[in-house]
């Protein structure tokens, strides 16, 4: 990190608190150019992020905290800001990710919880403060997979194998958009979700892609996580758990088995950008961490596609002439029972 970056946060921290008194720890970064410190001030601790402003831009950030803050999503509060530099100085959620408290015994319960805080979240009335996730941008993200991980297998596809892709793009993007519209965090999963000392609610961070989308989204986000896998039976459990919650209007012609392949169908969507998203940042980024889940995001999309005759053409594409070369380059995932 240059010195001069350095040099502005410590001036800016010391102007906020109006004191130099303070230790700042940087932490691990994330798949982005914002980096995080930790800064200790007093007994208190804050945190600072830091978003260079011709890398990352905050005000989205900002905007959608203040909104959510209002409309009593727990997110952190935002004690300081200045967007002109990109630094926001924020309450201190703590070190606990809800990642690390999940297993066999605890997962239903923090499931629940998480699912509880959605279904509120899909309360509020987003229209005209989020982007749409529209047709277009459910297309382009899919796209990732032939931009990005179809090349790095060295898979050029015919003319007959472009257009069936489309074709199979086309009915999961026209799946998504004809589900109830309604908030989408866009990355609610283990690893945004945390557990502030003292409070039932989940914390929620990493929110500053939101969108107006499906209302399937952020549940398989949780449950069919990239980074965390549980048994499919189980995951549909979850489901139904979800569907039970959501209000009248979201259950209107579309019973649970309706929602269930809505919520496939979204979840297959999503796997298809994440294979793409996850071989870019390795080969535009040079970011290797993420190759490692790559084989159990596959194995969820053809274990979850299994059933639907819509994308059987697809996935026998898949099968045949790119799971060989895949599983030669990011390796073979192996089942948890």
Same mark, same amino acid.
């Not at 959608?64 to 002109?84: A, C, M, W, Y």
């Not at 169908?265 to 535009?284: C, D, N, P, S």
């Given at each position: ?32 150019? %914002?980096?995080?410190? %930790? ?66 015994e ?30 277009e ?5 899919m ?44 990355? @609610? ?25 499906a209302?399937?989204?952020?549940l ?5 996580d ?20 959501? *209000?009248?209007?979201?259950k209107?012609? %579309? ?24 071989? %870019? ?13 790559? *084989? ?11 059933? @639907? ?7 026998? @594409? ?20």
């Open positions: 990190m240059n010195i001069q970056r350095e040099q502005l946060i410590q001036s800016w921290i010391t102007s906020v608190l109006g004191s130099d008194k303070f230790e700042i720890n940087y932490l691990a970064g994330d798949a982005s150019f %914002r980096r995080y410190a %930790r800064i200790h001030f007093n007994n208190k601790s804050f945190m600072l992020m830091d978003a260079p402003p011709d890398k990352e831009d905050c005000a989205p950030f900002v905007t959608i905290d203040e909104f959510f803050h209002e409309n009593g999503v727990r997110v952190p509060q935002i004690i300081s800001k200045d967007l002109t530099q990109g630094f926001l100085l924020l309450e201190d959620f703590g070190d606990i990710l809800l990642s690390t408290l999940l297993n066999d605890t997962v239903d319960l923090y499931y629940e919880q998480s699912f509880k805080q959605l279904i509120q979240l899909q309360q509020i009335d987003g229209i005209g403060s989020f982007p749409e996730y529209s047709y941008k459910l297309i382009s993200e796209e990732l997979l032939t931009d990005w991980m179809l090349p790095s297998l060295q898979i050029k596809p015919t003319s007959d194998e472009l257009a069936l892709i489309k074709r199979t793009f086309a009915i999961l993007a026209n799946a998504a958009v004809a589900q109830p519209q309604v908030i989408v965090h866009r990355d @609610y999963h283990s690893r945004n979700l945390m557990k502030v000392e003292g409070e039932t609610d989940l914390g929620v961070i990493d929110f500053q892609d939101a969108v107006i989308g209302d399937t989204y952020d398989i986000s949780i449950t069919r990239a980074y965390v896998q549980w048994n499919a039976d189980r995951v549909y459990s979850w489901f139904k758990l979800f569907y039970d919650m959501l *209000p009248e209007a979201s209107e012609d %579309r019973d649970f088995d309706q929602f269930k392949k809505d919520a496939d169908f979204m979840a297959i969507q999503r796997h298809l950008k994440i294979l793409g998203i996850f071989v %870019r940042l390795f080969e535009r980024d040079g970011k290797s961490g993420y190759l490692k889940d790559l *084989p159990r995001v596959m194995w969820y999309l053809i274990e979850e596609s299994k059933a @639907y005759d819509e994308l059987k053409p697809f996935m026998q @594409y898949i099968e045949e002439k790119v799971m060989p070369k895949f599983e030669e380059k990011y390796g073979k995932y192996e089942v948890v029972a």
